[in-house]
């Protein structure tokens, strides 16, 4: 088993930043990627960012240059550092770690970002 804690979501406006943070506990070492995704209203779920055990790391095109994702071990949680933000980034960010494990992955609760003046 593998929880996962979303935090760092809140109301910002154009051009701003904010840093989610992933808490993993649990069956961490059986995590080999670690990805945020989004979903806004009405819209598909969408991967915005992904860290391997490697530390090999992808991105939507919509966020290169503005997000960084990035691990801390000793604290066993991954961020997702965003800047520039704009309005279209509004969305509940959910963290997804994938595992080993039989069940495969796991997901967060999620956290609101919500982008606006």
């Known amino acids: 088993q593998v929880q996962l804690v979303e935090s760092g979501g809140g109301l910002v406006q154009p051009g701003g930043s904010l840093r989610l943070s992933c808490a993993a506990s649990g069956n961490i070492f059986s995590i080999y990627r670690t990805n945020w995704y989004r979903q806004a209203p009405g819209k598909q779920r969408e991967l915005v960012a992904a860290?391997?055990?490697?530390?090999?790391?992808n991105y939507a095109e919509s966020v290169k240059g503005r997000f960084t994702i990035s691990r801390d071990n000793a604290k066993n949680t991954v961020y997702l550092q965003m800047t520039s933000l704009k309005p279209e980034d509004t969305a509940v960010y959910y963290c997804n770690a994938e595992t080993t494990s039989k069940r495969g992955d796991y997901w967060g609760q999620g956290t609101q970002v919500t982008v606006s003046d």
């Open positions: 860290l391997t055990s490697a530390g090999a790391t």
